[in-house]
């Protein structure tokens, strides 16, 4: 690999999470989500980092593959959005703590045996 590689080089499909400047620090949340990330057994390599940009503290999920992404999209529900240039796609959710607390429980209930869909943002939002 060169030294002018760029995250979006390799780690091209970013799944971004916009926080809430009020709830649970980001670090911790950026855990949560990392936790998250490894359930699916990612096929490829990925990030996760936070950052400050225009819109407030966020989390980058960046991945080298598209299959990885998609899954993360889905349970979290994210949207199609173009924010940044040099990514694949980018999609985008909010994380506020309503839906941290729910990511935790439902990994704790998957640590503990019970299993469980993850595909919480449907139950979260009543769907």
């Not at 995250?7 to 950026?30: C, K, M, R």
């Not at 729910?102 to 919480?120: D, K, Q, Y």
């Amino acid at each position: 690999m060169s030294d002018t590689a760029t995250l979006e080089g390799i780690s091209p499909y970013l799944v971004l999470g916009q926080a809430d400047d009020g709830g649970t620090p980001i670090v911790e949340t950026a855990r949560v989500l990392h936790d998250l990330i490894i359930t699916f057994a990612p096929q490829g390599h990925y990030s996760v980092r936070t950052v400050e940009d225009e819109c407030g503290p966020a989390i980058h999920c960046a991945f080298e593959r598209k299959l990885d992404a998609d899954q993360l999209a889905r349970v979290v529900g994210a949207i199609e959005v173009a924010r940044y240039e040099g990514y694949r796609s980018e999609r985008a959710f909010f994380v506020d703590e309503r839906l941290t607390q729910t990511i935790r429980r439902t990994l704790e209930r998957r640590r503990a045996g019970a299993g469980g869909a993850l595909s919480f943002r449907q139950r979260e939002l009543g769907a």
